[in-house]
């Protein structure tokens, strides 16, 4: 059992910044792959970035250029830095782990661990 508890996000107003960490109770270079995902209300959760044990790194369309995923593995902890932010992003960000290698296209269900989910809300 992995747990992964979150932190960071809040409020910020369209243009502003904000940053969300993940830290795992487990060494995660030895996670396949770690990710992103956010779930607006009313929609399906859907997935914003993924790293892979290399460290390679993939961002869907909406937020490339202003999102960026990270890892710092002697601290274990997983990071998502927003800029640029929009309306659109505000949705509650959950953090995930998988045993397995990053797939793609990829789903909820290739994660094994989720953080306990945190929001983030922007305003015009």
């Known amino acids: 059992q992995v747990d992964l508890v979150q932190s960071g996000g809040g409020s910020a107003q369209t243009g502003g910044s904000l940053m969300l960490s993940c830290v795992a109770s487990?060494?995660?270079?030895?996670?396949?792959?770690m990710a992103w995902f956010r779930q607006a209300p009313g929609k399906d959760r859907e997935g914003v970035a993924t790293?892979?044990?290399?460290?390679?790194?993939k961002h869907v369309e909406p937020v490339q250029g202003r999102f960026t995923i990270s890892k710092n593995a002697a601290r274990n902890t997983l990071y998502l830095v927003m800029h640029n932010l929009t309306v659109e992003d505000s949705a509650r960000y959950y953090c995930?782990?998988?045993?397995?290698?990053?797939?793609?296209?990829?789903?909820?269900?290739?994660?094994?661990?989720w953080g306990q989910g945190t929001q983030v809300t922007v305003s015009s």
């Open positions: 995930a782990a998988a045993r397995d290698y990053c797939h793609s296209p990829y789903t909820p269900v290739d994660f094994d661990y």
């Open positions: 487990t060494t995660i270079n030895n996670l396949g792959c």
């Open positions: 790293i892979d044990k290399d460290y390679r790194v």
